[in-house]
Structures are given as structure tokens and as C-alpha cells.
């Protein structure tokens, strides 16, 4: 029986989004569940009104069984977070290039309420009446099946039903590290199904010969649901919307000695536990350390220009680094998963985010496509604390990106180090690594003089030890420098941040600025008010918007006096410090020899006078 593979297995994850329009802002179009093509051979975005075609023929209904008239089979019965499934069918009479396979996950979903679908040609064999194809599956805490459906006397006809496929119960999934308030803390995550005998257990032996049970409580559950969105479609319960995203487990690791490696293991007690390790931090002031940035990730692929994968690559390449014991930890500036009301996207993201993030604290901020709503939350304010529609300046282009997700879903997946210096959940926050200060700001709230943030801002600069922290970088989703054209909004935006906290940053000498949400990888000189500058006496501006979402069109750019480098490629960046020099690598693989490049490095010098 011939076999098609909806996901490659060079590629090892499922088929990526592409955007509507390639500006960073707007409306983006979102990936199936199978990362399935259009007619087209492009990727079919399920808030097209094509996804939802099939609902204008009808069913005749899912307990009507006189058309069973073949098999519908899985290799396997109970699935782990991304186990791969071999769906098989034969003996199918009367066959159709309309008969089509739904994908349900709910074992009473009613038909009409399809996770996704493929047409039986998704394999080479349908027209006898057999075949078969691969899906990766997520656990979703809810079984799956798939029904073979075909038009009889104008309605859908079951003519198959799969056996259900269940999950794992009580799986630890999309497990992730993050920096706890002080050095001596780390803060274990994880998504699962109940609150029972929840634990984590971590010594410095890889055996667990010796190890410490974290307390009760120091671990906590939360969950959230669709009435606490901002707004539709967010708060649609559906299959392809809003669906229950389970317990979201937080345990916090503490009093742990520094620059110590460590093995944990995390779960329920009593059913399979997942492993990690991590490596503490060193002192404040110890002159080393190595960081990988990016920000626009999402969950599949799609080459632009049909050139190379995005997600999948950057996920692997995630992983393999994930694995050296130098790399301190693994920033993410914004537009994660790209979620934007689909519930299985950010099930999907957090098998991809995990295969790294169990190993290297993945330290997050928000971009427009998890905040940017419209429509107050029921209780008047989002949860960011911001009352009313959110952050709307007049010059502003934040719009309704987020679909009215407005930050809900990461504000209940991640726990970021703010409660020590006085700021705001995954929305602005700081932590040192070594010898380097870091400083989360969130580009979709106000940061102008006077405002919350900025007053945040100018506390942690101006209380900066430089001595200890020779270096600050500053991340944000939205770049002050840009030179690409791909919105006239975007462009007003970059200027208004100039005009509200450049002059900050200079005054407490940021030596570097990263961001994302345009999707290319562009590189300023030392810069201030739009002028290049010496080196050491003014920030460099890096854009990293390279991590999986569709890129910019390579024409998109426009002459600037600061611009030193633009690539339209997928890759991330490298940071090491030491006691002289931040250097910064940008890293891409080539898809043809799957070799990694360095296409851009640069070394950033003290500022002068410290």
C-alpha cells in the first residue's frame, strides 16, 4: 500500500503558515492542524473561508452507518505529545476525488466541528479504494479519530470511522526553564491534565543517587479560558479556536548553588516523567557568557519563494544547541507562536519550543501578535493590567493582531523574573546573566516619558552596577531601526520610539537593541538620531525576525545611512560576552547541504569611558 507522508521526515515537523500580506503587522494566515496544502500547492490557512466549505453540502450524520463500507485503521492506539500516527484505509467502495478525511479530536465532536480534513488524493493510491498517510499528533488532552467521509444522495456519509486515539494521561508536555528573581532559583514549566502528585525532583548526578524533591508549595497550577480573551474570535469554543489548554504547572527550583549543572525530572508522580537539565548561573560579574535571539517563530513551515524551511530548521538547530553546556539561556522577543485564536497552535509551539527550552531557560516577551486586541477583556483590562482596548496611540499601528488572544495564553504559559525589580509579569522585565543585564520592554504598551514602563526603564538603567554589568541589552519586539518599507505604520512607530526613549538608552549607554517583527535579519551601525556614530559611544540595532515566520520579499528595503547588513534568510543570532567585547553572530543553515552558515558577525566594544 503506497504511503504519504504529510510530514517530511528530514524536516521532522509539520507544514508552516505564510503570511496573507508580507507586512510584519496584520492579518496572518494560520496553518492547519496537518500543515495541509491548497489546491494551489500552497498551505491552506484555516480562517480561509475554504476551510469551512464543507459545511455548506451537509452531513447526513455521524451515527448514520448504513455507508460503512470499508476500514479505517491507526498504527497505534495512545499517542505521546508528538508522536507520529499512520492513518490507513481500505476497502472503500464508489470513491470519489471529493471523499475526504476528517480529523476530529473529541470523541463526540460532532461532524461538523472538524480539527482538519484531507482529501482521500492526499494518497497516490485512493482511487482503489486504499491508503494511507502519516500525522504528527499533539496531546491535547482529548482522543482523536478519523472518519472517512463521502457525499451520498448531497450529504456527507461516513463510509469509515477509526478507533479512537487517545493520549497519555497525566503527560508533562511543552516542558520549559526559565531565570527565577535571584541567581540562586530556577523555575521548572509545564502543561498537563491534573493537579495530582505533581512533582520535580533534580540533583547534580545524572543517576539521581542524591536528589531534592522541590516542596509542594512551591508548585502551583492555573489555567484560563475563552471568557477571559478579549475578544472573538478568541473566545469561540471550537475545535480549530478556543479549546481547553489544560494546567499550566509552575515549580520553582530554589537554593541552588551557582555555575552547577543540574538533572531534573518533572510530571506526575507515579506516570511518566519527562528530563531535563540546566545549567545556574555564575556570580554577577563573571566575564562569560553565550545567548541565542530571535523573535517571529510560529509552528510549521513555509519557504518564501519556496527557498527554505523556517521553523522546523530554527527548532532543530534550537535543540542541537540546547545541548552544549555553554549556552546560558534562549531569548525570544515576541510573536511565539503566532496562536492568533487557535488553541492546537499553541499546543503545537510548545512541543516545538520544548525540545529546547527543557534544557536552556527560554526567557520570553510579547509581540503584536499575542497583545494587540481591541475589545476590553469582561473584567475591563487585559493582563497586562492595562484598562480599556489596550495601548492605541494615534500614530500608532497596533490594531486587533492578536485576534483577541491579547496575551492571555503566555501570560498563563511562562513566569518571568519582574517581581525583583518592580516590573510587569512577561510584559517588562530584567535579569543579569554573568556579566550582562538584560531588559525585556514590551513595544505593544506605552513607553512613553512619565508612563509605567518608562519610569521602569529608567530605574533598572540608572541602577545598573557597570562594573558588574558592563553590558545591557535591551530586547523589545518592535524595532527602533529599521530599513525596510513594509508598512508606512511600522516605519512611524520605529520613529515615536526614537523620540520617546532614544535619548534614554544613550544617556545609560545600551550597548545593544534586538528585536524582530519584521521577518529579515538587519544590522545598524552604532547609532543616534538616525547618524552612525564611533564605536563604543552609541547602541547598535539588530533585527531578528528569522525564526520561522514567512519572510519579508528580498526587495522590501530601502537605503539607510545606518544600515550595515539586511538578509531575508531563516536563522538566529549568537551573542557571547566577555570582559571586552559583545560579539554577535547571525546563523543560518544551508538547506541543500544542511551545513551551517555565519552570513553576519560583528564585535561590539566597551562604551568608552566605562
Known amino acids: 500500500m503506497a504511503m504519504a507522508f504529510l510530514f517530511p521526515k528530514a524536516l521532522c515537523f509539520v507544514l508552516c503558515a505564510v503570511h496573507l500580506g508580507w507586512a510584519a503587522g496584520g492579518k496572518h494566515s494560520v496553518p492547519t492542524f496537518s500543515g495541509r496544502l491548497d489546491s494551489s500547492g500552497k498551505p491552506a490557512d484555516v480562517d480561509h473561508p475554504s476551510f469551512k466549505a464543507l459545511l455548506k453540502i451537509g452531513f447526513a450524520g455521524k451515527n448514520v452507518t448504513s455507508n460503512l463500507s470499508g476500514r479505517l485503521t491507526v498504527n497505534q492506539t495512545t499517542i ?131 536528589s531534592t524533591f522541590v516542596p509542594a508549595s ?35 527550583v530554589s537554593d541552588l548553588s551557582p555555575a552547577t549543572r543540574y538533572y531534573y525530572r518533572y510530571g506526575t508522580n507515579g506516570s511518566s516523567l519527562q528530563t531535563g537539565h540546566f545549567k545556574t548561573r555564575s556570580p554577577p560579574g563573571t566575564p562569560r ?32 544547541e540546547a ?15 503566532y496562536g492568533v485564536s487557535h488553541g492546537y497552535i499553541w499546543d503545537q509551539w510548545g512541543w516545538l519550543m520544548s525540545q529546547s527550552a527543557r534544557y536552556v531557560p527560554y526567557m520570553i516577551g510579547v509581540g503584536n501578535h499575542e497583545h494587540d486586541h481591541t475589545h476590553p477583556s469582561p473584567e475591563g483590562k487585559d493582563v497586562s493590567g492595562v484598562s480599556g482596548p489596550g495601548y492605541h496611540p494615534s500614530w500608532g499601528n497596533i490594531n486587533d493582531d492578536s485576534l483577541g488572544e491579547c496575551s492571555v495564553p503566555p501570560f498563563y504559559r511562562f513566569k518571568m523574573p519582574s517581581e525583583h525589580n518592580g516590573g510587569n509579569s512577561i510584559f517588562w522585565y530584567s535579569f543579569d546573566v554573568h556579566n550582562v543585564r538584560f531588559m525585556m520592554m514590551s513595544s505593544e504598551h506605552d513607553y512613553a516619558p512619565g508612563t509605567e514602563q518608562y519610569t521602569w526603564m529608567e530605574k533598572v538603567l540608572s541602577t545598573t552596577d557597570r562594573k558588574l554589568f558592563p553590558w545591557v541589552i535591551l530586547m523589545l519586539h518592535r524595532p527602533m531601526y529599521s530599513n525596510e518599507s513594509a508598512t508606512h505604520g511600522d516605519n512611524v512607530v520605529a520613529n515615536h520610539e526614537r523620540a520617546l526613549f532614544e535619548d534614554l538608552i544613550m544617556k545609560y549607554k545600551v550597548n545593544l537593541m534586538v528585536s524582530g517583527h519584521y521577518h529579515s535579519y538587519q544590522r545598524s551601525c552604532p547609532v543616534y538620531k538616525s547618524k ?47 570582559s571586552t567585547h559583545l560579539h554577535m553572530d547571525w546563523v543560518t543553515q544551508d538547506v541543500d547541504t544542511q551545513n551551517k552558515r555565519v552570513l553576519d558577525a560583528l564585535d561590539i566594544p566597551l562604551w568608552k569611558g566605562l
Not at 323 to 337: E, R, T, Y
Not at 541 to 565: C, I, K, Y
Open 218 to 252: 512551591a508548585i502551583s497550577t492555573a489555567t484560563y479560558t475563552a471568557k477571559q480573551m478579549c475578544g472573538s474570535p478568541a473566545t469561540i469554543v471550537s475545535a480549530i479556536h478556543f479549546r481547553d489548554p489544560g494546567l499550566q504547572v509552575t515549580a520553582i
Open 532 to 578: 552612525c556614530q564611533p564605536d563604543g559611544t552609541a547602541p547598535v540595532h539588530v533585527v531578528v525576525g528569522t525564526a520561522g515566520a514567512n519572510l519579508d520579499p528580498q526587495d522590501s528595503t530601502f537605503p539607510a545611512e545606518w544600515t550595515r547588513a539586511a538578509y531575508m534568510k531563516f536563522g538566529y543570532s549568537i551573542i557571547e560576552a566577555n
Open 80 to 210: 505521546a505529545d508528538g508522536d507520529e500516527v499512520i492513518v490507513s484505509w481500505s476497502g472503500i467502495a464508489n470513491v470519489d476525488k471529493t471523499d475526504w478525511i476528517g480529523i476530529y479530536c473529541s470523541g463526540d465532536a460532532p461532524e461538523n466541528d472538524y480539527l482538519d480534513y484531507l482529501y482521500v488524493d492526499v494518497s497516490p493510491t485512493w482511487k482503489s479504494g486504499e491508503g494511507s498517510f502519516t500525522i504528527k499528533l499533539f496531546n491535547m488532552r482529548d482522543n482523536y479519530q478519523f472518519r472517512y467521509y463521502q457525499t451520498v444522495a448531497g450529504k456527507y456519509s461516513p463510509a469509515a470511522l477509526s478507533p479512537f486515539v487517545g493520549v497519555v494521561p497525566h503527560e508533562a508536555c511543552h516542558g520549559h526553564l526559565a531565570y527565577g528573581e535571584d541567581v540562586e532559583t530556577m523555575v521548572v514549566m509545564w502543561t498537563t491534565d491534573s493537579d495530582d502528585s505533581l512533582m520535580v525532583e533534580y540533583s547534580t548526578d545524572e543517576s539521581f543517587t542524591k
Open 323 to 337: 545541548q552544549k553546556s555553554d549556552l546560558d539561556a534562549i531569548l525570544h522577543f515576541g510573536d511565539l507562536a
Open 289 to 320: 557568557g553565550r545567548f541565542i535571539a530571535f523573535g517571529d517563530m510560529g509552528v510549521h513551515y513555509r519557504p518564501h519563494y519556496w527557498e527554505q524551511p523556517g521553523a522546523p530548521m530554527i527548532g532543530e538547530l534550537l535543540a542541537e
